[in-house]
């Protein structure tokens, strides 16, 4: 375990013992997990030998979980789904078959258990990069955080921002906590 990946010399220590058969987890402070394996890369890691020793990049955040004691129902204005749509991807939005008219949001109302602020306790939303074998070419070819964002998301990469969607579809969020942690 490398407590953070800060500078070249403990990243290269990293990848060389991933190399030579250790499991190596470490963290560093990026907004997505493409943009980890670009500040790595940046950092003068060997691009080769990092992706021979990648085997994944998951990225998270916390947002604030609405309270389940004053948690309440409504039904979003125009503009607010169409923000989450536009958030999500229209195309990915459109598989999720959920239409203006049916969607129904939660917020909290705020009560003692919240201290009256609607919101009690915290939730994880995350993005997992799988390292495959078309990713590790695009890192050996130093793509860029685009390329190697469209590819991830081709093969399945549910991103921050839409797995904080997908809370707040659920009602665990709200889209203003998704925002705050998740949208530059």
Do not use: W
Not at 72 to 79: L, Q, V
Not at 114 to 119: I, V
Not at 125 to 149: C, F, G, N, P, S
């Amino acid at each position: 375990m490398v407590g953070e990946m800060r500078d070249e010399e403990t990243a290269s220590t990293g990848i060389e013992a991933s190399l030579t058969g250790h499991l190596v987890f470490s963290t560093l402070h990026t907004n997505s997990a493409v943009e980890t394996v670009i500040r790595l890369l940046d950092m003068g890691c060997d691009s080769f030998n990092f992706a021979d020793a990648l085997l994944g990049v998951l990225g998270q955040r916390l947002v604030k979980r609405i309270c389940k004691d004053c948690k309440s129902e409504y039904h979003p204005d125009r503009a607010e789904y169409d923000e989450i749509v536009q958030a999500f991807g229209e195309e990915a939005f459109a598989t999720l078959n959920l239409k203006y008219d049916e969607l129904v949001l939660h917020r909290g109302k705020g009560c003692a258990s919240c201290s009256k602020t609607g919101y009690r306790g915290r939730l994880g939303i995350h993005e997992l990069m799988i390292a495959t074998d078309e990713m590790k070419r695009l890192i050996q070819a130093k793509a860029r955080v685009a390329e190697m964002l469209e590819m991830a998301r081709a093969e399945g990469m549910t991103t921050l921002v839409q797995d904080g969607v997908l809370k707040t579809l659920a009602g665990l969020t709200d889209f203003r906590q998704v925002k705050a942690v998740a949208i530059k």
